[in-house]
Structures are given as C-alpha cells and as structure tokens.
C-alpha cells in the first residue's frame, strides 16, 4: 500500500485527507520532534505532507511528492528537494482569513471590544442615552491589499461588497472587478497614503521580507490601520512596535508574528517586543484560516494528489514538476 507521512502541523488534517482519499493510502503523522524516530516511515513514504522543509528530514529514495499542506513557501528550501520529487501546495484558506479580515475591519470602525469591554464593567459611554460619541461604520472606508492572489482577491470581494472602496499593489499587472484601482508594485507607496486600513496578503520572500519598515509606515496616514494576515516579518518588529506605541498610526490588527511554538518552547511570546500591552492593537495566535472549512477544502486537495499519485493523473497547485 502507498505510504504518506503526515508531518508536524500537516497530521492536523489527517481525518479530512482520510474521508476525500479515493485509492488506498496508509497516512502515518509524525510529531514535530519525532522525525529522527520516524525514520522507518520516512523512507517507506511515497509522499511527505508537510508545512516545512529542510536539508535535515531523513527522505527516503522513494519519495514522488513534497505536498506543502498550506499556501505559503517561506518554510520549504526547494533547493533542498531532491530533482525527482514533485513539489505542490494546497489551497482552500482565502474564504476563513477574508472573513476575518472584513471581521476586524468592521470591529474596528465599529470600537466593538472598546464598547463591549466598556459596558460590561458597567459604563454607558458609548451610547447616545449617554451622548455618547458616535462610532464609524465600514461602508465608504478605503482598504489597500498588498498582494492580489486568490486571498487578496476574497478580501476585495468581501470587501467591496459592504460598500467598502478596494484599491490594490500586486507585483504582477492583475485587474479584479471588485478592485477600483490597481497600483503597480513601483508605485506602492503612493496607495499607502490613501487607505484607512492597510491588508497585507502577500508572500514572504526575499524581496517582501521587511517590507514595512519605518519608512513606508510613516507614509501612512495618523488614522490608518494595519491589518497582516500574511507573515510576520513583511513588516520590521520593532519599527511596528514603535510606530503603533507612539501612536503614529492608529493601530493593527495582527494575526501573525515572529515567533511561533516549537517543542522546546510550546507557548513563547509572539515577538520579542510586548505588543500584547498595546491598547490599539488586535492580536490573534495565526488563527484566521483554521477553520473547518479549511480542513474539507485542503484536505481534499491534498487527497486529489495523492490519488492522482496513485493513479498516475495529473497533480494539481504545481508548484514545481519532477524532473527525470
């Protein structure tokens, strides 16, 4: 029977890989601080699900298939899979993280945790019984999405359709109906001046790494927020930290970070500067697309390459093709 090691985080999707699978597979997960013990597996494995990849994991010779068991690649090094292995990734989390985007969007304008909080301990001081000032509302704010792939462009939809005015950067020339103006990668700066909140949707890599840094967040209006569904280290740690302290833009909404959990430190801080203490920032644990329709949408795209493995079909979301 084929063999499929499930590693780390990628074990999570295990049962829904298991109810879309339509040729026999033996799905063996493998802890995060297991590979060296799973060895045995490893080699046996015809393909290795996984969210990371380095030089380290012990692969064995009949290895076809790296599955990357989300979107992003800044955790794979390619230059470590070996030519003959076929390299995909997987889908299926725009429709959480462009609900959750458009959820801190309008909690923001509508001052929802501030007026919640508020009146649970007993305050009226958000309502007009107690003249209260008035909160905003979403429809008629600007939103720029740095980075127009499948996700910026759920975020667009959703957008647009509360009455919200989309403008976009991609780094690729791409037009979407729910866009009202696109900027070009070159011209970033010139959207960033013009947006009450600023969504970063894009991959992480080489040229996106510290994207914002002080300079670029300077360019951003007082009353601007900063919305990262995307990687942590797009923007520089500790000119966000400042920029957000010293109240220099509104504030963010962030849902990524810098550090994450590893076995050797299972609950870290997120960063190394104390965002958590900032009164004009949403914070999250890297949640926005896990939810359960994330688990059926990527765990049958997972399975329809393992049967396409299988069955000797065409994979799907090829993200670089075996070479003989």
């Keep these: 029977m084929n063999e499929a090691v499930l590693f780390g985080m990628a074990a999570a999707y295990e049962e829904s890989i298991r109810a879309a699978l339509r040729t026999p597979w033996r799905l063996l997960p493998v802890p995060e601080d297991a590979a060296a ?13 996984t969210t990371r990849f380095d030089r380290s994991f012990p692969l064995g010779s009949g290895l076809e298939l790296l599955q990357v068991a989300g979107a992003g690649l ?28 458009v959820l801190a969007i309008l909690a ?7 007026m919640v909080e508020s009146f649970r301990a007993g305050s009226w001081r958000f309502s007009g019984h107690a003249h209260g000032p008035p909160h905003q ?6 939103v720029g ?11 667009a939809d959703k ?32 959207l960033l001046p013009r947006v009450d909140f600023l969504v970063l949707a894009c991959a992480l890599d080489a040229a996106t790494r510290g994207l914002f840094d002080a300079d670029r967040l300077a360019r951003l ?46 609950a870290p801080r997120p960063s190394a500067y104390p965002f958590h203490e900032l009164d004009n920032v949403i914070l999250t644990p ?13 765990g049958a795209q997972i399975a329809h390459n393992l049967d396409a493995l299988a069955t000797g079909q065409p994979l799907i979301n090829l993200v670089r093709a075996p070479m003989s």
């Design 159 to 190: 957008a647009a359709a509360l009455g919200m005015e989309v403008l976009a950067c991609n780094r690729t020339p791409r037009t979407h109906p729910a866009v009202r103006a696109f900027y070009s990668w070159e011209r970033l700066d010139e």
């Design 221 to 266: 209006r007082p009353q601007a927020v900063l919305v990262n569904v995307a990687r942590g280290p797009l923007c520089v740690e500790a000119d966000l930290f400042a920029a957000l302290k010293e109240k220099r833009i509104a504030g963010a909404v962030l849902d990524v970070w810098w550090r994450y959990p590893s076995p050797a430190d299972p």
């Design 286 to 298: 890297h949640a926005s697309a896990w939810t359960e329709g994330l688990f059926r949408r990527r």
């Design 37 to 49: 013990e799973a060895g045995a597996a490893f080699a046996r494995a015809r393909a290795l699900v």
């Design 137 to 142: 509302e979403a429809a008629g704010a600007v």
């Design 108 to 114: 923001w304008r509508h001052r929802l945790f501030a």
């Design 74 to 101: 800044d955790a794979v090094d390619l230059d470590a899979v070996p030519a003959r292995v076929a390299v995909c990734n997987a889908y299926g989390h725009e429709e959480g993280m462009a609900e959750y985007v």
């Design 145 to 155: 999405i740095v980075g127009l792939g499948r996700l910026g462009r759920a975020i």
